[in-house]
């Protein structure tokens, strides 16, 4: 609205202007003159309250005015890039996750409430927790029944300058949400690759992302297949996935215990944050980005197969 005021008031203006400056003699009236010309204010005057008035009826309306938006799964315009709304954005694209496999949709569920409850916790002021599973349970809801669109979502984060580090943070824990049941369906990949290609994010990176988790996939149904083949011969099979390469990245055995994993996590991810490196040269930086991107996705892999 505030917007609008504003184009029609310099649209009136420049037409007054026109209209007064051909029934001027040329050189005698300037264009300030000619707008606050007697007859010409109390037009200005009307433009002048619309404008704050308009501004003032935006900001007190905004909410239902992006809500509308919202509703038709798309990002609303003039909707500043906040925390708040960072996390809404991460659950609708969990929401277009959840809507293509529904096996242990209750885990699915858990998960996001705890990442987005975390956030909420992390960036707002102290409320009771159930007040913050209130807000998230709604928010997922609303995206599970207003879907949003990918394309908005992705041009809406790429305006307001969403970093690599945030791209690649986006795409793993959709990556992490999807193989909660086990798998990761190939209806789940696509999605990833979509929002992914939509954030501008090389297919290669976003192979990166899905890879370790397929590994483990693959590893899993290669094992259920021996088991069922040495299962007729009457063996027991023992089977263990490799994460040695896991291991590696944060610099351990693999007889490592959970409180040396979490250590080692702490300390390499400390030492190759992001932030830490912010005046070193562009490629110190790149490099120290993908070494701590491998540090955290080291870090939740041995995490899930420990809980697991």
């Not at 501008?200 to 899993?220: G, K, N, S, W, Y």
């Not at 290669?222 to 027991?236: I, M, P, Y």
Request: glycine fraction near 2%; hydrophobic fraction near 45%; aromatic fraction near 12%.
């Amino acid at each position: 609205m505030f917007f609008v005021a504003l184009l029609l008031f310099f649209a009136i203006a420049s037409i007054i202007y026109r209209r007064k400056s051909r029934c001027a003699a040329p050189g005698t009236q300037s264009w300030i003159m000619i707008l606050y010309a007697p007859d010409n204010r109390p037009l200005l005057g009307a433009i002048f309250i619309l404008l704050p008035l308009a501004f003032i009826l935006f900001y007190i309306f905004r909410y239902q005015f992006w809500q509308k938006f919202l509703d038709k799964g798309r990002m609303p315009p003039f909707y500043p890039m906040r925390e708040d709304h960072l996390i809404q954005v991460y659950i609708s694209a969990a929401g277009l996750i959840m809507q293509q496999e529904t096996r242990e949709s209750h885990k699915k569920t858990n998960y996001v409430y705890k990442f987005a409850v975390n956030k909420l916790i992390a960036n707002k002021e102290s409320l009771s927790l159930n007040s913050y599973y209130i807000e998230v349970r709604e928010l997922l809801q609303h995206a599970v029944r207003h879907p949003m669109q990918i394309t908005s979502m992705c041009d809406w984060l790429l305006r307001h300058g969403f970093t690599r580090y945030r791209k690649v943070q986006l795409l793993t824990f959709l990556a992490r949400l999807a193989f909660i049941d086990g798998q990761i369906h190939s209806s789940e990949i696509q999605v990833i690759h979509t929002i992914g290609k939509g954030l501008l994010v090389r297919d290669a990176e976003i192979e990166a992302i899905i890879r370790p988790f397929r590994e483990i996939q693959e590893e899993r149904a290669r094992a259920a297949q021996e088991a069922h083949a040495r299962k007729k011969q009457n063996t027991v099979l023992h089977t263990r996935i490799r994460l040695d390469k896991y291991y590696a990245v944060l610099e351990l055995s693999e007889d490592a215990g959970m409180p040396d994993i979490k250590r080692a996590y702490r300390r390499l991810a400390m030492q190759y944050h992001p932030d830490r490196l912010v005046n070193a040269d562009e490629a110190t930086f790149e490099a120290a980005q993908d070494k701590f991107i491998a540090i955290q996705q080291a870090y939740e892999i041995l995490c899930e197969i420990r809980e697991r």
